[in-house]
């Protein structure tokens, strides 16, 4: 048909699912698609008890930054994803951008689920304007979506990673912190699927980066690479004053850096990069990665003799056909 | 001997983790049969509900009686932001073949991480060849 037609045109493209180019997208897609949630299956209820045993100040502190989460899930929500999808290389890797488009609009929608669950309105309005006056909030945004802005596709998918994966972190800490002083478990449990969902966020993004990064020279890849460490060094600035406004007044300030370093090296992981800090400032409170990740023995090491047994015995969810033997 | 078979996707972590580990390793690939006894790392794929954790490359290998016949231990990494699924595919494999769950670590590893299993592997592999085949 296009023969005969004196302008060639790029015909429209229906996206074919038993076509796949790149099988990390079917892979992504199922996963993020079986991982689906929506705040009304948690049962925030359960936390109005464990709201009031906060003080005043605590209960401020937690508003704030859940609204400074909320934020930075609203950016990437309404400009991250979507900024990515120009540069996507296939269909399916578009179809994958919109489900994490929606999800942060979910984690966005699901803040506000804990607030009218927990809070009077009057404090919810205050941190939302406290939300758009804080210098360091407004410069977290603005740092990011300086770069989603950029002509640059890797520049994108690198400050996208970042926020996926170490900028939501200095938030994260509290409700961990409560978590593990039997605070607020319900609201955790809720923060723990949010957690997930940007692990995935995190590795998909991390994961077309790589391939990206395969197609351009030797020179461009290092200067990718000099700009993510200096976003990085940019954002942790931010986050280090951002963490101490918000912290220094619960003595918490240094115990959230930790938890800054062990994810800034985890999102420069997702990179394909090596980590930029040293073990001596990423040991995470044992608290805070046990809140993390409830019942995952997360320091297994047979070899030096802590793991929990030689062999692990009880019995663990295999269902898939072809696991047979 | 130090075998080392390990499972890296498109992310390459895994795949990272082995080469500063330094050891010579074989990674699986659509027909990998190996001939002697080996230690596997492999990350972890689980959804919400923490089906589909091992990769379906790691489960074809396993699934030849000649290659599993000489696992001997696995290490399994994974991101604690999976929480309890976190490393599963290791947890999975370690009981499925009834070898011990050697290590979990995340992502491509810390250097401590590759210090402790290269000399945990070290260790692993003299203490195996004193109680025999």
Known sequence: ????????????????????????????????????????????????PSWATLTDHEQQLTIRVFTGLTMLDTVQASVGAMAMMPDAVTPHEEAVLTNIAFMESVHARSYSSIFSTLCATKDIDEAFRWSEENPHLQKKARLVLEHYRSADPLRRKVASVFLESFMFYSGFYLPMHWSSRAKLTNTADLIRLIIRDEAVHGYYIGYKFQRALERVTEAERAEIKDFAFAMMFDLYEVEEAYTEELYDGVGLSEDVKKFLHYNANKALMNLGYEALFPSSVTDVNPAILAALSPNSDENHDFFSGSGSSYVIGKAVATEDEDWDF | MTGLVYYSSGSGNTRRFVERLGLPATRIAADTRVTEPFVLITPSYSDGEGHGAVAKPVIRFLNDPANRALIRGVIGTGNLNFGEHFALAGKIIATKCQVPLLYTFELAGTEEDVARVRQGLETFWTRQRSIGP
């Open chain 1, 1 to 48: 048909m296009n023969a005969q037609s004196p302008v060639r045109r790029t015909p429209t493209r229906a996206v074919n699912w038993n076509r796949v180019q790149d099988d990390t997208d079917l892979t992504v897609w199922n996963r993020l698609t079986s991982n689906f949630w929506l705040p009304e299956k948690v049962p925030l209820s359960n936390d109005i």
